[in-house]
């Protein structure tokens, strides 16, 4: 029996051990990568048993590999989740999560402020395959939110913190607009990461995470995260979500039936995950798991540096604007120290005025790597109107918030003082 009375572990510990299981054969305390298609059935019954779901022992690595399972185990305890999954890319996350919930015909939510690249996955493959996204303004009122819902709507979905331009998002009240319409709200996370924001707290549904920026930490590897909060109550939503309360075949049981809270996280693995196949391989989680166990250390040191950098970026006649919610001149800094009290992430986003100066800088910088990711150790810098943000129109990056002068900083976990003099050089060519 579990001892009721004991404190819980602390963040920094759970990060190291959450999930872990000392191999049974060798004893490593290492999760071992576990570099296997399938695994052998004791006998035909037990085949039969685990192609049915009711043993705990794995079939094919598809969707359940050993490696892959403490990874999901540990980001769903980090995020207080009851069960998670890691799969091949953050973008593979946010498809399939939608995937177990809306078909053709339905509607999603969404935030105006998302990643563009997850905006494209909405109008390109999603939209073809008859999902509808519409967006609603970040601020809007709840009464405008509440005209938005329809009886086809299947979620709503946001981001935390936003990229590039860190709009903190109001998540408790947005969840509340969502349960009020009976749907599930869906958080992408992982710019603060749950060292500094925990969304399930604030009544998330479904945490989503591309693991390949902070939680692995060394833009070695790519991959995705689903954590199911197991809050949601898919049984008064029986009707809007018959994949989850209906028996899929006579005489089975349903998925609510068959798993309660984490029943949507069991329908994505044994479902979309199986049948979609977007497997992450186990090496690549090894290095996730590594990372994991000093996320904390690094928060902490990307949290300061990009802290010192926007500080002092806000002091240089050369830019025009600096985008950094922990500024007390930012619009969200109040609503960043609620959400965020331990530091508004490592996202630093500057104007400079004008295409030319932000080709000047990018080709100045020496120890910065210009290159498409975030969340690396290494400080990163990208011009987004060439780049993420290339394929809309100029109004339609200006409707986006993207300037022609606009670089995204992500700030490493170096010397706050070289990043500085790097970014000061930067600085120099801008101006001409």
Not at 197 to 207: L, N, Q, S
């Amino acid at each position: 029996m579990p001892d009721e009375t004991r404190r819980p572990l602390d963040f920094e510990t759970r990060q190291i051990h959450a999930g872990a299981v000392v191999d049974s054969q060798t004893k490593s305390r290492v999760t071992p990568i576990y570099q296997t298609a399938a695994y052998v059935f004791d006998s035909f019954d037990d085949g039969e048993e685990r192609f049915a779901g009711r043993s705990g022992y794995r079939a094919y690595s598809r969707n359940e590999n050993p490696t892959n399972a403490v990874a999901g185990q540990r980001i769903a305890d980090l995020e207080g989740g009851v069960d998670g999954i890691v799969v091949a890319s953050g973008q593979a996350a946010i498809a399939t999560a939608l995937s177990a919930l809306a078909g053709a015909g339905d509607h999603i939510l969404a935030t105006r402020s998302l990643y563009e690249g997850t905006r494209e996955m909405f109008r390109g493959v999603l939209q073809r395959q008859g999902i509808e996204f519409e967006y609603v303004p970040d601020e809007a009122d709840d009464e405008e939110w509440a005209t938005r819902f329809r009886p086809e709507t299947k979620a709503v979905y946001t981001e935390t913190l936003p990229n590039p331009l860190g709009q903190v998002v109001d998540i408790a009240r947005i969840a509340g607009l969502a349960h009020a319409a009976g749907v599930p709200l869906i958080v992408d996370n992982t710019v603060p990461t749950p060292y500094l924001w925990r969304p399930i707290e604030d009544g998330a549904d479904v945490v989503i995470h591309s693991t390949s920026k902070w939680l692995s930490g060394h833009a070695s590897v790519i991959g995705g995260a689903i954590v199911d909060a197991g809050r949601f109550g898919w049984s008064a939503q029986a009707a809007r979500f018959p994949q989850l309360t209906q028996a899929p075949r006579p005489g089975a049981a349903s998925f609510v039936d068959r798993f309660g809270r984490g029943a949507y996280l069991a329908y994505v693995r044994s479902v979309i995950v199986l049948e979609y196949g977007p497997t992450v391989p186990p090496t690549s989680t090894f290095l996730l798991l590594h990372g994991i166990e000093t996320l904390s250390l690094r928060m902490q040191r990307h949290v300061a540096n990009a802290r010192a950098v926007a500080e002092w970026l806000e002091a240089r006649p050369e830019v025009t604007h600096v985008f950094y919610p922990g500024l007390p001149t930012n619009p969200y800094y109040e609503r960043a120290r609620r959400y965020l009290p331990d530091g508004a992430g490592s996202i630093v986003s500057i104007d400079l005025g004008g295409r030319e100066a932000a080709r000047r800088f990018i080709d100045a910088l020496e120890l910065i790597s210009p290159m498409t990711h975030i969340g690396d150790v290494r400080t990163l810098a990208l011009h987004l109107g060439s780049t993420i943000h290339a394929k809309l129109s100029a109004d339609e990056q200006l409707e986006a918030g993207i300037t022609p002068g606009l670089i995204r900083l992500s700030i490493g976990i170096e010397s706050p003082r070289d990043i500085i003099d790097d970014l000061e050089r930067g600085l120099r060519a801008a101006a001409g």
